[in-house]
């Protein structure tokens, strides 16, 4: 339980303390350690869960099992990474004039506490305060994509604010119903609202409450994951936000809404005895499909690293609805690679957009020639992100495809393989004219601040191994959160 | 007692489609959440469960006295013309809003809810906010309604977990309101930033972000 405390108070006293410096230096030193400590923390818990199973407490309002800690670990590395960039980032920033100093206080305060509600969401047992989590996580990143306050960047954030409010508001209507249910078995007590009470009772909930409640729930987690045809916001909100901020809501924000999805279908999947997957396996197709026509025709760089986003949740939430050990498994692997790749590509494209002052992909070419380092790790990030072998992403996508057809779902698979395929052509066509060619002459020859290399070290060193294979120690994690939303198993 | 309310919910969001004024529609919104805090106390009076009493003063603090001050202070001092903005015409706007409510009504007698021997008469209005809440989402131009049309969908949602789960756990409740109480200062926080980016509060001029 000190851990805990240890996991919760880390993010909300380095955002305190690096409003209130004074230095810019040190308030930038400070909220890494911060990110650090988070992130140590949160490896202890992942290690306590993996090693001495689920961890509850204070009064059941804490339930950190396997799945739990998996998202936890995400959100402490990538936010550890994102930390370690902003540091760059947000310096060439300042240096440009793009942002005052109490803006960057403002920044690092709101980043923290951006971090804190993710792992608020992912630590808790009561699907109310699940929802409270995610509709805090909305409030504190809408102010984050805001940040740069330009037309642009507010009307993301207003879209950003009020559909993602509208649809959680739904999602709340969803977990309604399904308390009303567990109420009607579990009795009126508070517990009735505890993931792992309805789970253990989820056979005897009334399934046609369920139903709709899940319904509810998967259109609201939905919209905050991004599933087509809730998305609308995400490629805005996505694009107009800082950077690091865009990495860290396509890496792992997503993750957590999805995480929120999966844990009330775990319940609703029992209850209605399977007949839940087929929605997911319906969103997840949807969304992957949609993006293709807007991924042809992109402009902009960080947009059409959010639709690229939206096809993987898509994939994600596919593999889920697959299910089976197989599905489960791919759809965790993929989750994990996905969210080192595409936080690895956001990291290279924001240095890149920093270096040719635009986003527009049509005025960037010859990265490799003016940026060599960053131009080959974007190549890398995007031959990952797009599923080119011998990258983490390929083994997922094939584990998701092998788990269709194991589980005679051939055409979900051969429809996945094709729209794979045309996303991979679509993307490699502007990616190859970006980095490839003669530089702009405007572009000098240099490359960025040190603190924002260091940080593509650690994804990318993910992104490279687990294309070549799953470390054991990955390997068990990801079959232990399978099996939590295999029921029962914990 | 239990109609009475249900008829003041109801008036009060068709009321919504009646107004001239912006501060107007402030003002319906803490009239619905000081009867839903009447509600609250209904219900505890009705089960005897108390955190029910605690529901209802928390209500009436943050719901009545607390976001409506904060829009208000915001619709003020953005000095924004306060007229409202429809796509349709005030008589349209009404017509589908009850029609909206008529179908609320026959959603509500199909709906078999558990529970509900104390509630029943808060269900089909509880819906019927959400429709309507919904509704005036898009309907109107002005991103402040936008974020009436949300407080008027959470209002229906507050009326089903009052009358129908007699609340949520407490500690739930608490996150809940909390939850409200910050997004009313984050709309604030953004509609005073577009308000001076783009000299107006029309969603209209927010049409940049395509494809």
Same mark, same amino acid.
């Not at chain 1, 042809?296 to 089976?324: C, F, N, P, W």
């Not at chain 1, 991979?424 to 502007?430: C, I, L, N, S, V």
């Given at each position: 339980?000190?851990?805990?405390?240890?996991?919760?108070?880390?993010?909300?006293?380095?955002?305190?303390?690096?409003?209130?410096?004074?230095?810019?230096?040190?308030?930038?030193?400070?909220?890494?350690?911060?990110?650090?400590?988070?992130?140590?923390?949160?490896?202890?818990?992942?290690?306590?869960?993996?090693?001495?199973?689920?961890?509850?407490?204070?009064?059941?309002?804490?339930?950190?099992?396997?799945?739990?800690?998996?998202?936890?670990?995400?959100?402490?590395?990538?936010?550890?990474?994102?930390?370690?960039?902003?540091?760059?980032?947000?310096?060439?920033?300042?240096?440009?004039?793009?942002?005052?100093?109490?803006?960057?206080?403002?920044?690092?305060?709101?980043?923290?506490?951006?971090?804190?509600?993710?792992?608020?969401?992912?630590?808790?047992?009561?699907?109310?305060?699940?929802?409270?989590?995610?509709?805090?996580?909305?409030?504190?990143?809408?102010?984050?994509?805001?940040?740069?306050?330009?037309?642009?960047?507010?009307?993301?954030?207003?879209?950003?604010?009020?559909?993602?409010?509208?649809?959680?508001?739904?999602?709340?209507?969803?977990?309604?119903?399904?308390?009303?249910?567990?109420?009607?078995?579990?009795?009126?007590?508070?517990?009735?609202?505890?993931?792992?009470?309805?789970?253990?009772?989820?056979?005897?909930?009334?399934?046609?409450?369920?139903?709709?409640?899940?319904?509810?729930?998967?259109?609201?987690?939905?919209?905050?994951?991004?599933?087509?045809?809730?998305?609308?916001?995400?490629?805005?909100?996505?694009?107009?936000?800082?950077?690091?901020?865009?990495?860290?809501?396509?890496?792992?924000?997503?993750?957590?809404?999805?995480?929120?999805?999966?844990?009330?279908?775990?319940?609703?999947?029992?209850?209605?005895?399977?007949?839940?997957?087929?929605?997911?396996?319906?969103?997840?197709?949807?969304?992957?499909?949609?993006?293709?026509?807007?991924?042809?025709?992109?402009?902009?760089?960080?947009?059409?690293?959010?639709?690229?986003?939206?096809?993987?949740?898509?994939?994600?939430?596919?593999?889920?609805?697959?299910?089976?050990?197989?599905?489960?498994?791919?759809?965790?692997?993929?989750?994990?690679?996905?969210?080192?790749?595409?936080?690895?590509?956001?990291?290279?494209?924001?240095?890149?957009?920093?270096?040719?002052?635009?986003?527009?992909?049509?005025?960037?070419?010859?990265?490799?020639?003016?940026?060599?380092?960053?131009?080959?790790?974007?190549?890398?990030?995007?031959?990952?992100?797009?599923?080119?072998?011998?990258?983490?992403?390929?083994?997922?996508?094939?584990?998701?495809?092998?788990?269709?057809?194991?589980?005679?779902?051939?055409?979900?698979?051969?429809?996945?393989?094709?729209?794979?395929?045309?996303?991979?052509?679509?993307?490699?066509?502007?990616?190859?004219?970006?980095?490839?060619?003669?530089?702009?002459?405007?572009?000098?020859?240099?490359?960025?601040?040190?603190?924002?290399?260091?940080?593509?070290?650690?994804?990318?060193?993910?992104?490279?191994?687990?294309?070549?294979?799953?470390?054991?120690?990955?390997?068990?994690?990801?079959?232990?959160?399978?099996?939590?939303?295999?029921?029962?198993?914990? | 007692?239990?109609?009475?309310?249900?008829?003041?919910?109801?008036?009060?969001?068709?009321?919504?489609?009646?107004?001239?004024?912006?501060?107007?529609?402030?003002?319906?919104?803490?009239?619905?959440?000081?009867?839903?805090?009447?509600?609250?106390?209904?219900?505890?009076?009705?089960?005897?469960?108390?955190?029910?009493?605690?529901?209802?003063?928390?209500?009436?603090?943050?719901?009545?006295?607390?976001?409506?001050?904060?829009?208000?202070?915001?619709?003020? *001092?953005?000095?924004?013309?306060?007229?409202?903005?429809?796509?349709?015409?005030?008589?349209?706007?009404?017509?589908?809003?009850?029609?909206?409510?008529?179908?609320?009504?026959?959603?509500?007698?199909?709906? *078999?809810?558990?529970?509900?021997?104390?509630?029943?008469?808060?269900?089909?209005?509880?819906?019927?906010?959400?429709?309507?809440?919904?509704?005036?989402?898009?309907?109107?131009?002005?991103?402040?309604?936008?974020?009436?049309?949300?407080?008027?969908?959470?209002?229906?949602?507050?009326?089903?977990?009052?009358?129908?789960?007699?609340?949520?756990?407490?500690?739930?409740?608490?996150?809940?309101?909390?939850?409200?109480?910050?997004?009313?200062?984050?709309?604030?926080?953004?509609?005073? *930033?577009?308000?001076?980016?783009?000299?107006?509060?029309?969603?209209?001029?927010?049409?940049?972000?395509?494809?």
């Amino acid at each position: 339980m000190v851990l805990v405390a240890v996991l919760f108070l880390a993010p909300l006293i380095t955002g305190l303390f690096a409003w209130v410096a004074q230095s810019q230096r040190f308030t930038e030193k400070l909220q890494a350690v911060g990110a650090l400590a988070t992130l140590a923390a949160a490896g202890k818990i992942a290690s306590a869960v993996y090693y001495g199973g689920a961890i509850n407490g204070w009064h059941d309002i804490i339930y950190i099992d396997a799945l739990s800690a998996f998202n936890i670990f995400l959100i402490a590395l990538i936010g550890f990474a994102a930390s370690l960039y902003s540091i760059g980032y947000m310096r060439h920033e300042l240096a440009e004039g793009e942002i005052s100093f109490s803006q960057l206080r403002f920044y690092y305060l709101f980043y923290h506490l951006f971090i804190f509600t993710m792992l608020t969401v992912s630590a808790v047992n009561s699907l109310g305060l699940l929802w409270v989590g995610i509709e805090l996580t909305t409030l504190v990143s809408a102010l984050l994509v805001a940040f740069y306050g330009k037309n642009n960047a507010l009307e993301a954030a207003w879209k950003y604010l009020i559909m993602g409010s509208v649809g959680i508001a739904f999602a709340l209507l969803g977990i309604i119903f399904v308390y009303l249910s567990g109420i009607q078995t579990l009795g009126q007590q508070h517990a009735a609202l505890n993931w792992t009470e309805l789970l253990a009772a989820a056979k005897f909930l009334n399934p046609s409450w369920i139903k709709i409640g899940f319904i509810f729930i998967l259109i609201g987690f939905g919209t905050k994951a991004g599933l087509a045809p809730m998305h609308f916001w995400l490629p805005d909100a996505h694009s107009q936000a800082p950077t690091p901020i865009s990495a860290v809501l396509s890496g792992v924000l997503l993750n957590t809404a999805l995480y929120g999805l999966f844990r009330v279908y775990a319940i609703a999947n029992t209850t209605l005895n399977g007949e839940a997957a087929q929605y997911l396996i319906f969103f997840g197709l949807f969304s992957i499909a949609i993006t293709v026509p807007f991924i042809m025709i992109q402009h902009d760089l960080k947009r059409m690293l959010a639709y690229s986003s939206v096809e993987h949740m898509g994939i994600i939430t596919l593999s889920v609805g697959i299910g089976g050990t197989l599905g489960l498994y791919g759809a965790f692997l993929h989750m994990f690679n996905h969210s080192m790749a595409k936080s690895l590509l956001f990291f290279a494209a924001g240095t890149i957009c920093q270096k040719y002052h635009t986003k527009q992909m049509g005025r960037i070419t010859g990265i490799l020639k003016s940026m060599p380092v960053t131009g080959t790790i974007f190549l890398i990030a995007a031959f990952a992100i797009t599923g080119a072998p011998p990258f983490n992403i390929f083994l997922s996508e094939i584990t998701i495809m092998m788990a269709g057809f194991k589980s005679n779902q051939t055409i979900v698979s051969v429809i996945l393989i094709v729209l794979i395929t045309i996303i991979f052509a679509g993307m490699m066509h502007y990616i190859i004219k970006m980095v490839f060619g003669e530089s702009g002459n405007k572009v000098e020859r240099i490359e960025t601040s040190n603190w924002s290399t260091v940080a593509l070290i650690i994804p990318l060193i993910l992104v490279v191994i687990c294309g070549w294979y799953v470390p054991p120690l990955l390997d068990n994690t990801i079959y232990k959160v399978s099996t939590v939303l295999q029921g029962g198993v914990r | 007692m239990d109609a009475l309310v249900s008829a003041g919910l109801l008036f009060s969001t068709l009321w919504l489609f009646k107004i001239r004024k912006i501060t107007d529609a402030v003002g319906i919104i803490a009239f619905q959440s000081a009867l839903l805090a009447l509600v609250a106390a209904i219900m505890w009076y009705k089960t005897g469960i108390e955190h029910l009493l605690v529901a209802a003063a928390l209500t009436f603090a943050i719901k009545t006295i607390l976001i409506p001050s904060i829009l208000y202070y915001t619709i003020n *001092r953005t000095n924004d013309k306060q007229a409202v903005e429809r796509l349709s015409s005030p008589h349209v706007s009404l017509l589908l809003a009850i029609l909206l409510m008529a179908a609320g009504y026959y959603v509500a007698t199909d709906l *078999r809810l558990p529970g509900t021997q104390h509630g029943e008469h808060y269900i089909a209005s509880s819906i019927i906010l959400i429709f309507l809440g919904t509704f005036t989402m898009i309907e109107h131009k002005k991103a402040i309604m936008q974020a009436i049309g949300l407080i008027v969908i959470e209002n229906g949602i507050f009326l089903i977990t009052e009358s129908v789960t007699y609340g949520m756990p407490l500690v739930v409740e608490l996150g809940i309101l909390f939850d409200l109480l910050v997004s009313a200062v984050v709309i604030a926080v953004l509609a005073f *930033r577009i308000h001076s980016s783009f000299d107006s509060l029309n969603t209209d001029k927010m049409q940049n972000l395509r494809g």
